[in-house]
């Protein structure tokens, strides 16, 4: 998703003069500060031939660092992290809204899209098939970055009285340097991300997306078409799909998200096997060419460092490491263990820049038309697609489209925890957010927005300083916590979870007979322990099938009630809490 305005912007706009004059006025006013600031963040220096932004080497030097100082864990941890993502370490009880997948979809949803289709054509294009070994060496490094900013999220957050989280890198600046006695810095930089995220979070996760695909959606109707003469209509449609949604929180987002992404990947992945299936015999040269260009410096971009430049900056742009996203995502997440959310965002980059970016590339590369003269950005994506189809185009228009939105879904929720940051933790903040943000959407389908989403580009990226600095400031409390939790792993001191009480990927969705069936069984067990009743009554009661009558529900609800190791929330649902003994030795019905 996060491609820079100046190489991937397509044309749309409304047809009309008041439209054509408010953006001739948003451009006149904003131009000159929009093009300082870019000039701060995006500053570059000349080596090797080759513009380089300082704020790639910030990212890459951060990447590098964690990476190394954490050990190598996404190379180390990835069994762990699977066993994660299906959720055998997380409780249903657990603090938090969302599972790890669901965490893991939405991060994924806001960062897969448009840099993974037309930003690798352009890295191509610029740098040659050699920008593609960069990419995967950027996005293979992201890894630790990510993991670093969804640990620090879900140590960090508040959970508040009625069990939603409030987390974000915001809180983990602010808490995080508290902690460790720098609570002036952690105040100023969660303020400056949190005002960045606010901005940057509309404009490239909002206007930019609904400008961009109003603008697929209407590239090939003809000039008398409703939509492509009232583009404002797309927009409210897809502001209606996005507020079904975003208005239901990040529990209806993730569980929007957690069907999109894997929808929309499984899409574009088969497009582009089936690319190369076709190619099938031009995969090894491929390859070479990757690997040769790479230290060739074959391409516009001059030079061997050049080629990297380009690649480097497409990774990170594509997969948003170092923003603090994932510190978002994440924190919302079911789980009493900061460190496992680090184990499942490091596959984050891993999809987006080694998987997705990688094929994409291996598509253009193997069908020749990287070396195609006129083609440019998701053009030169497409004309690789149309090879084996004539309506693959079709296909890959659909996929950016489901893209996009998902995008608008997700950062939807990350402006949202920005802007209760700035205006207070309060309903009334959310709603008028979700509505004003929903607004947005048309304002983004309708009118041409170059300058704007330059100035939400800018502030998006701006983000990465703030957030980086903090995360170096508790490089420490990070190691400890990521570290310490693979030692325990390993020592079988974190054993999975009882699979009645596992919640993700792999554990299925309990019906209402079969919750109340656990929450009687662990009440039931909690009195055997205790000596309110015989264990001989248990066994009886599991052996006519546990099942339970509203009378029995009743009694165990009125026993938690009144019961120092057992609460009910305001559903009527009863929680075990982690000191509740049991017949088998185990606390809160999981064995120690």
Not at 254 to 263: D, F, N, Q, R, S
Not at 277 to 292: C, D, G, K, M, Q
Not at 458 to 479: C, E, Q, S
Not at 573 to 589: C, H, K, L, N, V
Request: aromatic share 10%.
């Amino acid at each position: 998703m996060l491609e820079s305005v100046h190489v991937l912007y397509l044309n749309s706009s409304a047809g009309s003069v008041q439209a054509a004059s408010f953006d001739q006025w948003l451009t006149d006013t904003l131009d000159t500060p929009v093009t300082w600031i870019e000039n701060i963040v995006f500053y570059a220096v000349p080596i090797g031939g080759a513009e380089i932004p300082l704020l790639i080497v910030w990212l890459m030097a951060a990447s590098l660092f964690f990476t190394v100082y954490l050990r190598f864990q996404p190379v180390t941890g990835l069994k762990h992290s699977i066993d994660l993502i299906r959720g055998k370490f997380s409780r249903r009880s657990d603090p938090g809204e969302v599972t790890s997948f669901q965490a893991l979809a939405t991060e994924l949803s806001g960062t897969v899209g448009l840099g993974n289709i037309a930003g690798v054509a352009v890295a191509i294009t610029m740098g040659g098939p050699g920008a593609a070994f960069w990419i995967i060496v950027a996005g293979l490094l992201g890894m630790s970055l990510k993991m670093a900013e969804a640990v620090m999220g879900v140590r960090y957050r508040e959970i508040k009285d009625d069990g939603s989280v409030a987390g974000g890198p915001m809180y983990y600046l602010r808490n995080g340097l508290k902690e460790i006695g720098r609570p002036k810095t952690g105040r100023a930089l969660a303020l400056m991300y949190a005002i960045f995220a606010l901005i940057g979070t509309i404009g490239a996760g909002n206007l930019f997306q609904a400008n961009q695909v109003t603008a697929i959606l209407t590239a090939d109707l003809n000039e008398g078409n409703f939509f492509a003469q009232n583009n404002w209509a797309i927009g409210v449609i897809i502001a209606v799909l996005a507020a079904l949604v975003i208005l239901g929180g990040i529990s209806a987002i993730a569980k929007m998200t957690a069907i999109l992404t894997p929808a929309m990947s499984v899409l574009y992945i088969g497009m582009t096997l089936a690319v190369l299936a076709v190619n099938f015999t031009a995969i090894p040269e491929a390859f070479r060419l990757i690997v040769a260009h790479a230290f060739t410096g074959e391409g516009v971009a001059g030079g061997v460092v050049g080629v990297a430049v380009v690649g480097i900056q497409r990774a990170l742009f594509s997969n948003a490491a170092g923003v603090g996203t994932a510190g978002f995502a994440h924190a919302a997440v079911k789980t009493h263990r900061p460190a496992t959310e680090g184990f499942v965002a490091l596959w984050e980059p891993f999809i987006a820049s080694v998987v997705i970016c990688t094929m994409t590339a291996l598509a253009i590369i193997t069908t020749g038309q990287y070396t195609s003269e006129g083609a440019d950005g998701i053009a030169l994506t497409s004309a690789s697609f149309a090879t084996v189809a004539g309506w693959f185009p079709l296909l890959l228009t659909l996929a950016v489209v489901l893209f996009g939105f998902s995008t608008i879904l997700s950062y939807a929720y990350y402006g949202q925890r920005a802007a209760a940051y700035l205006f207070g933790e309060k309903k009334s903040v959310e709603k008028v957010y979700n509505i004003f943000y929903i607004l947005v959407i048309v304002v983004g389908a309708t009118i041409s927005l170059d300058t704007v989403v330059r100035f939400s580009d800018a502030m998006f990226f701006l983000m990465t300083f703030p957030n980086v600095l903090g995360l170096f400031f508790l490089a420490k409390v990070l190691r400890l916590e990521i570290l310490g939790h693979q030692i325990r792993v390993g020592a079988g001191s974190v054993a999975p979870e009882h699979p009645d009480e596992q919640t993700g990927l792999g554990a299925t969705d309990e019906d209402d007979a079969a919750q109340q069936a656990r929450q009687v069984r662990e009440i039931k067990e909690t009195q055997v322990a205790t000596g309110a009743i015989d264990l001989s009554e248990l066994r009886r009661w599991q052996a006519e099938g546990e099942t339970v009558s509203d009378r029995e529900y009743s009694e165990a609800r009125d026993f938690a009630r009144s019961s120092e190791h057992f609460e009910v929330d305001d559903s009527g649902e009863i929680i075990a809490r982690d000191d509740a003994p049991t017949t088998t030795g185990s606390q809160g019905g999981h064995t120690i």
